[in-house]
């Protein structure tokens, strides 16, 4: 049906994104409650419509693993999303209320992930893309707003794990107006490299995510690579590959380390940090699952294979299906919908 912003009622701030925030809203003919994702956009009116026309795709994305949409409308100079509201929230929030996350709901996790990338790949041939038309400039752009993460994997009290926010639309990804620059990044080595974006590298996004549920905090943030600073960047990462914005703003400046040593994040120090960062993943190995024997060794072999560094020795989401992990996953009795009623 046709979407009017005049028709939707907002009832709550869900939370903010780069560049965006998503609330729950009514809509009122139909008395219908919605997520509704608010992104300014910065395109000519003739982009703005091929946006629109690339989401449409998502009408036709069907799956348990995939959140529905109900439409998209500019609303200038905004883009808006109307989707399916989980009243759980993303499983980032999640954690950060109750803790680190039981290792029988991370398997879980995996396999909802696994099965959504599947179908958005075999299905639709939908990959988030990124990396295309990165402008040139000496660093150039991080942005991750569409990759998997614990914030686009989201949950509600029947205890469905659901997928969000991947990259259906190029022209939106290279339009969203306020560049979002971090201090945690779930993109692979090779994305980082400037390789092409492929279905490897959410398997990538995907082991760091899950390490982060299990452990109850994001996998980088102790470790402290002491021994980088910027003049060891431009031989390690491709100064095309990677594009930064500085912002006067700092609302995307979330925990960071360097807070605690009294070093201002404003410019050089932000950026230092998510060099920093990059330049972790690109050369230092991969993150595990640890200390080991604290979970199963099937799961430790999981991530482990989510997180080979080279794309070529990492499985595809349809591969890793059949990995041990994720069948027990599949048979497992684990109640979900239980669980969901304890916080
Ligand atoms: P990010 O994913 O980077 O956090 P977003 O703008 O995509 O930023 O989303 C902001 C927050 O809104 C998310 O962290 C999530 O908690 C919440 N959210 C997004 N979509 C939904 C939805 N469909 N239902 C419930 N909560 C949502
Ligand atoms: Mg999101």
């Not at 060099?275 to 604290?294: F, K, M, S, Y």
């Amino acid at each position: 049906f046709d979407l009017r912003n005049e028709d939707l009622k907002d009832l709550q701030e869900l939370g903010q994104g780069n560049g965006g925030s998503v609330k729950k809203v009514e809509h009122i003919p139909s008395k219908m409650i919605m997520a509704k994702k608010i992104v300014l956009i910065d395109a000519k009116p003739s982009v703005r419509k091929q946006i629109l026309r690339e989401l449409h795709i998502m009408h036709d994305c069907h799956s348990p693993y995939i959140i529905s949409f109900f439409g998209a409308f500019l609303s200038d100079p905004n883009i808006c999303i109307c989707m399916e509201f989980m009243d759980k929230g993303s499983l980032d929030g999640i954690y950060k209320r109750i803790g680190a996350i039981d290792i029988d709901v991370v398997g879980k996790v995996a396999l909802a992930v696994l099965e959504g990338l599947t179908y958005l790949y075999d299905v639709h041939r939908i990959i988030h893309r990124g990396m295309d038309h990165v402008p040139l400039c000496a660093f150039t752009l991080t942005l991750d707003s569409s990759d998997i993460k614990p914030s686009n994997i989201l949950f509600n009290s029947q205890g469905q794990i659901k997928i969000c926010d991947f990259g259906v639309s190029g022209e939106l990804i290279n339009s969203i107006a306020d560049t979002f620059v971090g201090t945690s990044t779930y993109m692979s080595p090779e994305r980082i490299q400037g390789a092409q974006y492929t279905v490897k590298s959410d398997v990538w996004s995907l082991g760091i995510s899950l390490i982060e549920l299990a452990l109850g905090r994001f996998p980088f943030s102790e470790s402290d690579p002491d021994d980088s600073d910027l003049s060891d960047l431009e031989g390690t990462l491709s100064p095309n590959s990677i594009a930064i914005r500085p912002k006067e703003k700092d609302k995307n400046v979330k925990k960071d380390r360097r807070k605690s040593k009294g070093v201002s994040l404003q410019g050089g120090g932000m950026m230092m940090s998510i060099l920093e960062l990059l330049q972790h993943i690109v050369n230092e190995p991969a993150p595990r699952l640890t200390p080991e024997g604290r979970f199963p060794k099937e799961a430790e072999d999981f991530v482990d294979s989510c997180l080979f560094k080279d794309p070529d020795a990492r499985k595809t989401p349809k591969d890793l299906l059949k990995h041990p992990w994720v069948e027990q996953a599949r048979v497992s009795t684990f109640d979900l919908e239980a669980w969901a009623s304890t916080f």
